[in-house]
């Protein structure tokens, strides 16, 4: 399994909006609308954001949305606030019973 | 609610075999249809799922860990257990147990605090 491709930074100020992408490939992001994401604050263990392209947990801020378009997902944050600052992990089923990981990607809040 | 509780040896020598337990709390680990797995992520680096077991025994692991990797269930002391054999440094990672929600879902929560394990010597 290879792992998903995302920026390896972002960064918005107060109350903007951003986006981070998670590219894969027509054998995982592409085939399915599996495509889960993940907050990580330093030192914690990983929060579940986005679930099935778009689908948020109960108690997830609506600030947070989930998309994808051919190979490509994307989580988008809304009205970014301070504590939105963390590193965010996408991840896809990838077939044959597997669910890689993208690289990461470090949101910095300016 | 479900909590997940990670524990074993922080410290494995080369070549030996790295073994950790996840305890689950507040539920059932035979409860729902819900897998259970392990990933891992070493330092300053990113996520890397290593397996997952269903309570009937049954598994899945990443390949490129395949041949290294077993994952066994506990259903009578609500635990699932890791065992990763001839570790290297390459290995030394925070290791966390997570529910997941199933082969074709590729959805992880909730998840444990993480152990770190360092391979060393």
């Known amino acids: 399994q290879s792992a998903l491709t995302q920026p390896a930074s972002v960064s918005g100020s107060p109350g903007q909006s951003i986006t981070i992408s998670c590219t894969g490939t027509s054998s995982d992001v592409g085939s399915y609308n599996l495509v889960s994401w993940y907050q990580q604050h330093p030192g914690k263990a990983p929060k579940l954001m986005i679930y099935e392209v778009s689908k948020r947990p109960s108690g997830v801020s609506n600030r947070f949305s989930g998309s994808k378009s051919g190979n490509t997902a994307s989580l988008t944050i809304s009205g970014l606030q301070a504590e939105d600052e963390a590193d965010y992990y996408c991840?896809?089923?990838?077939?044959?019973?597997?669910?890689?990981f993208g690289g990461g990607t470090k949101l910095t809040v300016l | 609610q479900v909590q997940l509780q990670e524990s074993g040896p922080g410290l494995v020598k080369p070549s030996q075999t790295l073994s950790l337990t996840c305890t689950v709390s507040?539920?059932?680990?035979?409860?729902?249809?819900?897998?259970w797995s392990w990933i891992r992520q070493p330092a300053g680096k990113g996520l890397e799922w290593i397996g997952r077991?269903?309570?009937?025994?049954?598994?899945n692991y990443n390949p490129s860990l395949k041949s290294r990797v077993t994952i066994s269930v506990d259903t009578s002391k609500n635990q699932f257990s890791l065992k990763l054999s001839s570790v290297t440094a390459a290995d030394t990672a925070v290791y966390y147990c997570?529910?997941?929600?199933?082969?074709?879902?590729?959805?992880?929560?909730?998840w444990g605090q993480g152990t770190l394990v360092t391979v060393s010597s």
């Open positions: 997570a529910r997941d929600w199933g082969i074709a879902a590729a959805a992880f929560d909730p």
């Open positions: 991840c896809s089923y990838a077939g044959s019973s597997t669910s890689p």
């Open positions: 077991i269903y309570t009937s025994g049954s598994t």
């Open positions: 507040g539920g059932s680990i035979s409860s729902g249809s819900y897998y």
